[in-house]
């Protein structure tokens, strides 16, 4: 729409009119005041600022016209888009829309490329570190669509949460068991919040570091920790299997060996049985009742694998958690017991009830047994690795683990010599 030189010039005079209404306005309110003699210059500064932002918004305003002659319309509308998506209501764009500037008030629609990274923020947030509280980080992870089906085209990921004091020692070994397979994976690293050193950015740790709070064995707060990288691992949409790590645990298979078998799974893996002895049974506590039963109690290991589904379950809960705070204590641990006894009580139905981690408890005591450097051998890690039977998707399987845990940093150094050609890593 072609805006006339006469309408132009018509607005034109209009405002310098206004305008000079304004200054005689100003005039004679100075002579009364001067006159009753009750002048204040405060009053006067604020005034005249006033009438120096009228002036400032008018030459804009002026500016604009007259630059419509010059200047082609798509140079503004880019600048127009991006003012309404930063604040469609600012008095700014409302201003802009009522200058006629434009044939349409509707604004061009947003391309798709445009849109589809709106989505990809959604779909998994690019920064790990964030500020919002854990209740706020809760509620966000809880959210599930209501579609069955996905708007892009989703792989879905295995979420490895590491839950360490500070640097991985095995960190090495894990680098090799990851490379090659990006976009199948995501790293999420839990340490005591005091560490922040930060891995080189060719490592796959490079700012994989979640905001953390410090961890206390056998406490709440353990349990904390491991639903805090549950719900920042549920931000990635894609994220579809999430398993717990610690500092001490190794790959006990290639990647593609791992990844197969934890996604073609129909069941979680969270160890879940009924213990008579006093480190079972006998840790329950009678104030739980009637939320939580002697039946319904279940002890476990605290090494999980749950599926995308159990993980929302279990940031979800309001109900178990409190419960469990309260009267789960030591000697009672809770990160023993409270996964083990919730997912009983939600979905027994979606859990194998054994654990994907192998640890080895024959030597007795509350710690099982930590290997070190002459610890490791072929033979040692294929018994981990085929010495058991177990039921996997209703069939019988000889992989039953593939983690295993606790591995001191001294057998980094065989580890890595023994396991490109046994777990077929790339070398
Ligand atoms: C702009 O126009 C809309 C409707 O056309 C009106 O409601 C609004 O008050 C106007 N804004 C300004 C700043 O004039
Ligand atoms: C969408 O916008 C981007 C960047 O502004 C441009 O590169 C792309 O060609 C546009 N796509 C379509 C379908 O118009
Ligand atoms: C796991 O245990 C629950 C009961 O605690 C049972 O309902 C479920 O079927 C078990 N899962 C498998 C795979 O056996
Ligand atoms: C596992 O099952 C196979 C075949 O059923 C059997 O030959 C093997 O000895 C079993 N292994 C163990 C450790 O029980
Ligand atoms: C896994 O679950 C799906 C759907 O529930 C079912 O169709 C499939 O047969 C199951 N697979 C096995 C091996 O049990
Ligand atoms: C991974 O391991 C499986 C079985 O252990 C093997 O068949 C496969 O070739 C290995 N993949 C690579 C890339 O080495």
């Known amino acids: 729409m072609p805006i006339s030189h006469s309408y132009i010039k018509a607005h034109k005079e209009m ?3 206004r305008f000079t209404l304004f200054v005689k306005e100003l005039s004679i309110r100075i002579r009364r005041e001067v006159r009753e003699g009750s002048f204040q210059i405060t009053t006067t500064i604020v005034f005249c600022l006033s009438v120096a932002f009228f002036v400032v918004i008018l030459g804009m305003f002026i500016n604009d016209h ?61 920064e790990l570190w964030h500020s919002m509280n854990d209740k706020e980080l809760m509620w966000r992870a809880s959210m599930v669509p209501h579609f069955v089906d996905y708007p892009y085209d989703r792989t879905p990921k295995v979420a490895f949460m590491f839950l360490s004091r500070g640097r991985l020692p095995l960190a090495s070994l894990w680098e090799k068991f990851f490379k090659g397979h990006a976009g199948l994976y995501s790293i999420y690293l839990h340490t005591s919040p005091e560490f922040n050193t930060e891995m080189p950015e060719s490592s796959v740790f490079y700012k994989r570091r979640i905001p953390s709070k410090s961890v206390d064995w056998g406490k709440a707060t353990m349990v904390d920790a491991e639903r805090r990288l549950l719900a920042n691992a549920l931000l990635d949409f894609s994220n579809e299997r999430f398993v717990l790590l610690s500092e001490t645990c190794i790959p006990l298979f290639n ?9 073609n799974s129909n069941h979680s893996f969270v160890s879940s049985f009924d213990d008579p002895r006093h480190i079972g049974r006998g840790r329950y506590n009678k104030r739980m009742f009637p939320t939580v039963t002697l039946p319904d109690w279940r002890k476990g290991s605290q090494w999980f694998e749950v599926h995308r589904k159990l993980a929302i379950e279990i940031v979800s809960d309001v109900t178990y958690y409190p419960i469990f705070q309260e009267h789960c204590r030591p000697p009672c641990y809770m990160d023993e017991h409270y996964l083990a006894t919730l997912v009983n009580k939600l979905r027994p139905d979606l859990n194998s009830n054994r654990s994907i981690t192998w640890v080895d408890w024959s030597r007795g005591g509350s710690h099982p047994t930590k290997f070190v450097r002459k610890d490791v051998s072929e033979a040692f890690l294929n018994q981990a690795r085929h010495g058991f039977n177990c039921s996997y998707n209703s069939g019988l399987s000889s992989i ?28």
Do not use: M
Not at 255 to 263: Q, R
């Open 66 to 126: 007259v630059r419509k002659f010059i200047v082609s319309e798509e140079f503004y509308l880019p600048q127009l888009t991006k003012f309404s998506q930063l604040s469609p209501w600012s008095p700014y764009s409302q201003f802009l829309c009522n200058t006629s500037l434009f044939s349409s008030p509707t604004l061009p629609p947003l391309n798709s490329s445009t849109s589809s990274r709106a989505l990809r923020d959604l779909i998994a947030p690019k």
């Open 400 to 427: 039953c683990f593939l983690f295993a845990r606790k591995f001191h940093p001294s057998t980094l150094e065989p580890l890595l010599r023994i396991a490109p050609s046994l777990l077929g890593f790339d070398p």
């Open 15 to 17: 405002k310098q009119c």
């Open 255 to 263: 990647f593609t060996t791992i990844y197969k078998y934890l996604i």
